[in-house]
């Protein structure tokens, strides 16, 4: 008997805790990042990646001569200009989601009241 009242009690808690999140999130001026941020930045990552990898297949083409010069570097000034792209914005979020947790964590000023 004592057990069943014991996990009653620990899953009321719970129960409660769960309940009681948003309101304690919201107190405290906890803001989670939003998902659309986040992914984007995921995607630019995986862009990022994918076009060093191209650079470096590039280079590797033409120094064993399977790209003539002309197009290696018709190439090499496209995929650069797109990381260039990608960088800049990575920066442009990563900068915003620093701000965004410094405004996260400064606590929020009380109104008084009078």
Request: charged share 30%; hydrophobic share 35%; proline share 4%.
């Amino acid at each position: 008997m004592n057990l069943g009242v014991a996990l009653a009690c620990l899953l009321g808690f719970a129960v409660l805790g769960w309940l009681l999140l948003p309101v304690v999130r919201e107190a405290s001026g906890y803001e989670p990042p939003r998902a659309s941020e986040r992914s984007e930045l995921e995607d630019l990552y995986i862009q990022r990646e994918g076009t060093y990898s191209t650079l470096k297949e590039l280079e590797f083409d033409h120094e064993t001569g399977k790209l003539v010069d002309d197009d290696y570097k018709e190439l090499r000034m496209r995929y650069s200009g797109e990381a260039v792209q990608i960088l800049k914005r990575i920066d442009e979020l990563e900068a915003s989601g620093a701000k965004a947790e410094r405004d996260a964590r400064t606590p929020k000023a009380v109104p008084k009241s009078t």
